[in-house]
């Protein structure tokens, strides 16, 4: 019977997680699996998989499916089609951190690992193992690089508008810089998230279209003219702030992630660069939102330098300044 199943699952091929084999029975199972319409069953399949921690995903499924159809009929194709949906919407994700990604790779995933994966990423909120293994986190971190340490950028706040909007205070001063530097890093945060993110932008277009946090950001770097917070900046000012937005974006998602779980590992940079980037767009939407009157941006560097490793909010390259006694952020030990 294991044997069986076993072959179920070998006869899964990239072509058939992608979508690009030309059957059209696949193709309208896949467009059924994009929907959602197999959630109740992959939910199924996922936690008897995650019952196996340790075991790469793929000896995993043949566990799983054997322990499914001991426990009522299944025919051995609509468990290939869960197997399918599993990896589809692992592969997704991972395809987008690494193009070049083969399910070879997937398939050696450890299987609770894969089962995070498949559940994906939430802005504010860390796995309580990180489900990437490092070296593939290690060439997923290069993607990012031109995000975090842009070439050509600015050294600091500037505006070609010579204003400087007078606004609600969301944006830790810099206590090297003078009142007008800071400023201009306020107006942007606030230009950023109260108006761009905020509640009453419901109706922009663009914004919808972003899918992932990554999304967000590599579209402003394509075309900061149609975004507000960036349109009549010069291209050197454009990268320093989309630096700045991408750095504080990540330490933000890292300080509410150990203010909800003080007691867990803190992250390395990639890590939480990874997890907060590759997070769904909605949910920073909606992050946004129930944070709005009480939203406080902490004070980065002005890029991650090459040979940082940890992700200290206090003493490293993100520093949070928020005012004494405020509620804004949780405490963070």
């Given amino acids: 019977m294991d044997d069986m199943l076993s072959e179920v699952e070998q006869a899964i091929t990239l072509p058939m997680i992608t979508g690009a084999l030309p059957n059209e029975r696949l193709r309208r199972t896949i467009e059924l699996i994009d929907r959602g319409d197999y959630a109740g069953p992959l939910?199924?399949?996922?936690?008897?998989?995650?019952?196996?921690?340790?075991?790469?995903?793929?000896?995993?499924?043949?566990?799983?499916?054997?322990?499914?159809?001991?426990?009522?009929?299944?025919?051995?194709?609509?468990?290939?089609?869960?197997?399918?949906?599993?990896?589809?919407?692992?592969?997704?994700?991972?395809?987008?951190?690494?193009?070049?990604?083969?399910?070879?790779?997937?398939?050696?995933?450890?299987?609770?690992?894969?089962?995070?994966?498949?559940?994906?990423?939430?802005?504010?909120?860390?796995?309580?193992?990180?489900?990437?293994?490092?070296?593939?986190?290690?060439?997923?971190?290069?993607?990012?690089?031109?995000?975090?340490?842009?070439?050509g950028a600015d050294e600091g706040w500037e505006d070609l508008s010579g204003e400087v909007a007078r606004c609600k205070q969301i944006a830790a001063p810099d206590p090297r810089r003078g009142p007008s530097s800071n400023g201009i890093r306020n107006g942007f945060f606030n230009s950023v998230f109260r108006e761009y993110l905020g509640p009453d932008n419901v109706d922009d277009r663009l914004r919808h279209e972003h899918r992932l946090v990554l999304d967000f950001l590599e579209d402003a770097e394509r075309n900061p003219q149609l975004l507000p917070f960036l349109q009549g900046q010069s291209p050197s000012q454009v990268r320093f702030r989309i630096a700045q937005l991408t750095m504080a974006l990540i330490a933000m998602h890292q300080l509410d992630a150990q203010a909800a779980a003080p007691s867990a590992r803190r992250m390395r940079l990639r890590e939480a660069a990874i997890a907060c980037l590759y997070a769904p767009f909605p949910g920073l939407v909606g992050w946004v939102h129930a944070r709005l009157d009480r939203l406080w941006v902490p004070l980065v560097s002005r890029a991650a330098p090459s040979n940082y490793t940890g992700l200290d909010p206090v003493t490293g390259p993100f520093q949070r300044k928020a005012p004494s006694g405020s509620e804004r952020l949780a405490k963070v030990r």
């Fill in 43 to 151: 939910a199924r399949i996922r936690a008897e998989v995650a019952r196996h921690p340790g075991v790469p995903v793929s000896l995993a499924f043949v566990a799983a499916m054997h322990t499914i159809r001991a426990a009522q009929p299944v025919d051995a194709a609509e468990l290939q089609i869960l197997v399918i949906g599993f990896y589809r919407v692992t592969w997704k994700l991972l395809s987008r951190l690494d193009p070049e990604i083969d399910l070879e790779q997937i398939r050696l995933l450890d299987a609770a690992a894969a089962d995070r994966l498949c559940g994906g990423f939430t802005f504010g909120r860390n796995a309580p193992s990180f489900p990437v293994p490092p070296e593939m986190a290690a060439r997923f971190s290069g993607r990012l690089r031109s995000l975090m340490r842009p070439e």
